[in-house]
């Protein structure tokens, strides 16, 4: 889907192609080729979701948590984190220790932070992962998989339980 036009996307996406939705959203959620467009991506990830792609969750968790286009909304980014965390998303994974660490929406709860630093750190990190694909965690469609990236995410989650989820405002994919 990567080198379709937007429109190319629209028309696939009017016909009902789940995966040009999905980019669709994410072309709107990062102002790729259009500007940025919140509430279309949302709308895209919820249509995207309800047909079955699992990535979808996962990008409505982070719009509710970070506040994009709708106000900041930690319990509704839980629910779609905890949907994408069944999925095998590592970042919805990620997300939801830090929502436990910090209290976001729930009572702060260290023990099952560290529930869900174990399952980050427990993750083959370069098991699926091969330089130029989009394959990561067995999750296809995740953007920005590149070897670099997954280096990065790597290293962010072997430093230490607090830096794991760093400060209350650090976001590892925005």
């Known amino acids: 889907m ?3 036009t937007i429109g190319e996307l629209e028309t696939l996406a009017a016909n009902g192609n789940v995966d040009a939705i999905q ?3 994410l072309r709107y959620y990062k102002g790729i080729g259009v500007g940025i467009n919140y509430g279309k991506a949302k709308q895209c990830f919820e249509k995207a979701g309800q047909a079955g792609c699992k990535v979808s ?3 409505l968790g982070l719009m509710y948590y970070n506040g994009k286009g709708m106000p900041t909304n930690h319990v509704k980014a839980k629910e779609y984190f905890e949907k994408s965390d069944k999925d095998n998303n590592v ?9 436990y660490y910090w209290g976001d929406g729930v ?6 932070a560290n529930e869900y630093k174990a399952k980050v750190l427990g993750k083959p990190f370069f098991a699926n992962q091969k330089a130029g694909t989009k394959e ?3 999750v296809q469609d995740i953007e920005a998989a590149s070897l670099n990236y997954a280096k990065a995410i790597e290293q962010k989650v072997k430093n230490d339980f607090k830096s794991l989820y760093g400060n209350n405002n650090t976001d590892i994919n925005t």
């Open 136 to 138: 990561f965690y067995s």
């Open 57 to 59: 969750n996962y990008y």
């Open 91 to 99: 970042f919805s994974t990620y997300y939801l220790g830090k929502i």
């Open 107 to 112: 009572e702060k709860n260290e023990e099952k």
């Open 23 to 25: 980019e669709l959203g």
């Open 2 to 4: 990567n080198g379709k």
